[in-house]
């Protein structure tokens, strides 16, 4: 079973759309959780960081984190084509250095 | 306020050649990273350190990958003797406080391996 899953799409959405992004993860010890999106040939970029079970809000994006439930998703409002992008879940554990990504999820928004 | 530095962006390398990547984190941070991502799959962790100290290397090749991170100068992974099947992007992303803490990608090295 790996660390993190994610579904590897592609999603489609028509611009203006909310874009739902999600991610299981498989250690019910995790603490800390993020969101990278990385454009074709780039560096993942940081997006969000959630700590705490319920939603954090920045700009058109919110993230959401059900431990109970071992999921955390994405939301991106009012999406744009600009946010086509491969979007990469990351959980670490806190016992272990390391993040464990996910294989990321291909969203295409379409104009 | 510069980000993380990588050098080369691009490197091109005979099989059995070394390959040396270099890794300058942002301004302030202390905690250094390697990921490698192969076409089409995800990020994998492997090595994380601190000025002078290898703290996990539990995700690095036990022959012929090393890495360090001086107390002077840039982070560097080293690979010995490269083969076709090191040819990846490698990532470098740094950290405040490590940890649980956010970590800040820079734009990478993608090695080829001729």
Redesign the interface.
């Known amino acids: 079973q790996k660390e ?1 899953e994610q579904n590897s799409g592609p999603l489609s959405v028509p611009e203006g759309a909310i874009a739902s992004l999600n991610c299981t993860y498989s250690d019910r010890g995790s ?2 959780f ?1 969101w ?1 999106r990385q454009y074709s040939g ?5 997006i969000m ?1 959630i ?1 705490s079970n319920g939603d954090k809000e920045d700009g058109r994006f919110t993230a959401q984190l059900n431990k109970a439930s071992q999921y955390v998703s994405l939301l991106i409002r009012d999406s744009q084509p600009s946010d086509s992008a491969t979007y ?1 879940c ?1 959980v ?1 554990t ?1 016992y ?9 999820t291909s969203l295409t928004v379409i104009p | 306020n510069a980000g993380v530095m990588q050098n080369p962006r691009h490197l091109v390398r005979r099989r059995g050649q070394e390959a040396r990547l270099r890794c300058s984190p942002v301004k302030g941070h202390s905690h250094v990273y390697w990921y490698r991502q192969l076409p089409e799959e995800g990020l994998k962790f492997m090595v994380y350190l601190q000025k002078e100290n290898i703290i996990d290397e539990s995700g690095m090749p036990k022959e012929r990958f090393s890495a360090e991170f001086p107390k002077e100068g840039p982070s560097i992974l080293r690979i010995q003797q490269v083969v076709r099947g090191d040819s990846a992007a490698y990532f470098c992303a740094s950290s405040k406080r490590g940890g649980l803490n956010e970590q800040f990608f820079g734009p990478g090295t993608r090695l080829t391996v001729l």
Request: no cysteine; aromatic share 24%.
């Open positions: 993190v603490q800390s993020f990278y780039k560096s993942p970029e940081l960081s700590y990469l990351a670490n806190g272990s250095n390391q993040f464990y990504f996910g294989t990321g």
